[in-house]
């Protein structure tokens, strides 16, 4: 009768894991397949909390993913009013990787446990959200085991009961590592899924952009195109009698028309010459006086607009960057700047010494800042009177093809290439792009900051 009992326990056994693995395999939902493997795990053993943590690509932490608790006390803490907010909470559940006790026990074995002085000092290397969880899940022994794909570390599947000193059978442990196993391979096909689903939506995204400009571009060809027949037609038919008054404004009209042309088909050229986001572009790195190379765009732009443009820039001030694409950069600036304001107002460019990491939380570079290093930088400040960009755009305006205003009817033109094109040459050359402030009926401010070095020595 024992041994009876004992094959139809492990009958049943192998059924709820097979019924498990089954579950976990089906499941492509990245959250909801490794919700399910904690959930899954944790009953198959009696455990009373199981965790998976992901390495991250750096191989640097170990970031808790899914937590299963049966007795509710941790899941209660976590808890939120929403999935999102919920996993936010448990991504702040952090443990050392590299170099760390669990590297080193990951290398050792298929599977291991941490105990009481383990598990402090892992609390101690631990961020805030780590030593909080090791130390208030108040575990005894905890089971690690590796998850890994193929030869590769996935993560790690932590389960214990807290406050008993527990040592899992061999027969779980063998359960939980078939499990860990199937898992792995369930986790990378759901990354997988994750990552070509995520790039489908960015081709339909791309393939929409794309069709939006084609559009767009048709009709910003067809203005300026159409204003040099009809103008040219006058001058035609006019020829005999037209006084030069009117040549001179006909003339104008043509040239401006011509001058947008000119812009258009650079932007989209300049554009299709970047390539890909992740493409190297080739440049000719030096000392440039920023103040020459802002009085150049200003100097060309002022021929074609009628507000006033009024600079703030120290001469002393120079740069390391390419100065053909910078002189863009600020012509681009200014000439957007002009599109959204009124004929009547002003334009203001100011520049200024800064350190890296007195600029904006968000733009400083921290990669940048080592070995108590501040690099000097200088912030160019591009002003205007316009309406202000709109909240929903002001996260889409550096991306091709996309302006402002959608509208086609709209009396401001352009290809929604400018500001793509100035970011991509800032970060090339060592810098950044933003929009610092857009304000209804009050104008925006665009800033970019570049290295800045000495101005180099007057040769004689």
Known sequence: NQSVKKAR?????????????????????????????????????????????????????????????STGKWKDATQTGSREKHDDLIEMIRLPFHNSLLAEMVEAGSFFYLDTMMLEE?????????????????SHKMLMIPVRYQTEIVGILAVH???????????????????????ASAIRNAQLFEQIRDA?????????????????ASHELRTPLSAISGYASLLKRQSSRITPQQVLRYGTKISGATQQLIDLVANMTEAAKMGAIDKKLELQVGPVQLLAAAEIASTMLSINIEQKIIMHIDPQLWVTCDALPLRQVITNLLDNAAKYSPPTGQIVITASETTLSQLPEGQVDYSKLVNGEDPEVVLVRVRDEGD??????????????????????????GSGLGLYICRRYIEAMGGKLWLEMSVPGEGSIFSFYLPRIEAPPIES
């Open 388 to 413: 202000g960009i709109p909240l929903e755009d002001q996260e889409k305006i550096f991306e091709k093809f996309v302006r402002a205003s959608r509208s086609l009817t709209t009396p401001v033109r």
């Open 122 to 138: 892992l609390a101690q290397a631990s961020g805030e959200g780590g030593a909080i969880f090791l130390r208030e899940t108040h």
């Open 161 to 183: 009961t807290p406050w008993q000193d527990r040592v899992f059978r061999p027969e779980e442990v063998s359960t939980l590592l078939a499990i860990s196993s199937q898992a």
């Open 200 to 216: 489908n939506a960015e081709l339909k995204r791309m393939d929409k952009l794309k069709d939006e400009f084609i559009v767009t």
């Open 9 to 69: 326990q492990r009958e049943e056994s192998l059924a709820a894991m097979n019924s498990a693995l089954l579950a976990i395999s089906s499941v492509l939902n990245l959250t909801e397949l490794l919700h399910k493997f904690v959930e899954t795990s944790a009953k198959l053993v009696q455990a009373g909390l199981c965790t998976f943590f992901q390495l991250t690509p750096d191989r640097e932490e170990l970031v808790a993913q899914a937590i299963y608790d």
